[in-house]
């Protein structure tokens, strides 16, 4: 099969590294030349099956430790129908219990995020402990013993912490999230989320099938054609695509660089300038060649790093530069920047396989110096509070309205429709996945092994 393989063209950022780097180019793994069932994108059945075999059984983000630093804080997750509240105990770990009250099933917590020092439900005052063990039945003389006997305490879910990132499982027989993250271990820790905030929540909903808005952030293959304003920016087909087990992947997008696509590698463009300057350098000084930037901006990065208190000795240049997007199996991107990372979920619609919420959080870590503020391809509003110390609201974005999110997202946004109505399509066969688009044939090959009962 190597053969095979050789002939077909694959990028890697440094070839003097082997794998056992995190930089380094991972072992291939075959994952066939099938075309699979086209249904997945649009069959309500095939939907149901994804809950039933994939969403209750796998390892989800269900947000982001620094959102409940304090015992009492809570913050809850909502996927299809399912509504799960992760609250901090008094021993600073996580604990996670569906959204339900014992007695008779009513909700306990209303809003997104909050702070309790025990739950109470509105519906007959039981109450519950952060620890969710029942605290207090309301009359509880006026229950016969035995429909009480067990105590019944909020239902538990399986919960665990990981470089900053709060996941849940609802499978108690799953194996722990160190078996199946896929990703190598101190991976997702070079880049300290556990300092940054959410400078930015926003969720929209699209109106394309989730993993259509996977697939369309899985690769970089598309930008010449939806995204052509980055190709001064962004080595398109420079990106290096790398897959890891359980369905784990990324790619290492080279950024302040051009497009290879491009004739001209020397001259150094206006985009290429301002991206400099908005790093806080003087471009006019710059005097080497366009494919000189990218390094540069690292130099610089390192340095001012040490000004502010940074500990950046562990990355590697590229790093400093480039965005590695490493996607957790099922549904998760993680834009991962020493500055700040962005973390993308794309949830299923509770009912329709034709819709699904982007869920995206720009996570920022904050420095000492008020004069540090977030380079602009962050994407942060002017304005826009640094600090950590105070959460922005959750913005909701109804379908067919601006998120506010950009350009590149906007396009994609309708891009997404398109691509949903030929997936939908009788003449539509299934994708054909090139290598540029590896890391979407491994996930959804992966989809497939819950779908066949395989994992
Ligand atoms: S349903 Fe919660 S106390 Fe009755
Ligand atoms: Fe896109």
């Known amino acids: 099969m190597m053969s095979d393989r050789n002939e077909v063209e694959d990028w890697v950022i440094n070839p003097d590294l082997s794998h056992n780097d995190m930089e380094g ?34 390892w989800l983000i269900a947000g982001v430790e620094s ?4 015992a009492g804080d809570y913050l809850l997750y909502k996927i299809r129908n399912e509504e799960i509240i992760v609250v901090r105990q008094d021993d600073h770990s996580v604990k996670a219990f569906y959204n ?40 509880e003389n006026t229950f016969k013993p035995d429909v009480i006997k067990h105590r019944p305490g909020m239902s538990s879910l399986r919960c665990e912490t990981k470089a900053g990132l709060i996941f849940i499982n609802m499978d108690d ?13 101190g991976y997702l820790e070079q880049y300290h989320m556990e300092k940054m905030h959410v400078v930015r929540h926003v969720v929209a909903e ?23 304003q980055t190709q001064g920016v962004m080595a398109d087909i420079g990106t290096q695509y790398d897959v890891y087990p359980h369905g784990a992947q990324r790619m290492i997008v080279p950024i302040g660089c051009k497009s290879p696509r491009l004739e001209d590698q020397e001259t150094v463009s206006e985009d290429l300038n301002y991206m400099m300057t908005s790093e806080g350098m003087d471009a006019s000084k710059f ?47 993680i834009g991962m920047h020493p500055e700040g990372c962005f973390l993308m979920r794309f949830l299923p619609h509770p009912t329709d396989p034709n819709r699904f919420f982007y869920n995206t959080m720009i996570l920022f870590r904050p420095a000492e110096d008020p004069k540090y ?52 399509s009788r003449g539509f066969k299934g994708a054909l996945w090139g290598e540029q688009e590896q890391r979407i044939r491994h996930y959804q090959r992966e989809v497939d092994r819950y779908i066949h009962g395989e994992k």
């Open 25 to 58: 180019k991972q072992p291939h793994v075959d994952n066939g030349t099938e075309t699979l069932d086209s249904y997945r994108y649009s069959s309500k059945d095939f939907m149901d099956l994804e809950w039933e075999r994939m969403w209750t059984r796998v």
């Open 67 to 70: 959102d409940i630093p304090e």
């Open 100 to 139: 339900v009250c014992a007695h008779r099933g009513n909700r306990l917590v209303f809003n997104e995020r909050g702070t309790v020092a025990q739950f109470t439900c509105a519906f007959h005052s039981w109450q519950y402990g952060l620890n969710g063990c029942l605290n207090k039945i309301t009359d």
């Open 173 to 185: 027989d799953a194996p722990p999230l160190a078996e199946r993250i896929g990703l190598p271990e």
């Open 206 to 228: 699209w109106r394309s099938n989730w993993k259509n808005g996977v697939d369309a952030f899985y690769e970089t293959y598309h930008l010449h054609a939806i995204h052509p």
């Open 287 to 333: 005097s080497g060649s366009a494919n000189e930037v990218r390094l540069a901006i690292a130099k610089h990065k390192r340095q001012r790093a040490k000004k502010l208190g940074f500990d950046y000795d562990h990355f590697t240049d590229t790093q400093l530069m480039d965005s590695w997007a490493t996607g957790i199996f099922p549904n998760v991107q």
């Open 373 to 424: 503020r977030a380079p602009d391809w962050m994407g942060i509003p002017e304005g826009t509070d640094l600090s950590g110390k105070n959460r922005p609201d959750t913005e909701y974005v109804p379908a067919g309205e601006p998120a506010n999110l950009g350009d590149v997202i906007d396009q994609d946004v309708q891009l997404l429709e398109d691509v949903q109505a030929g997936t939908s």
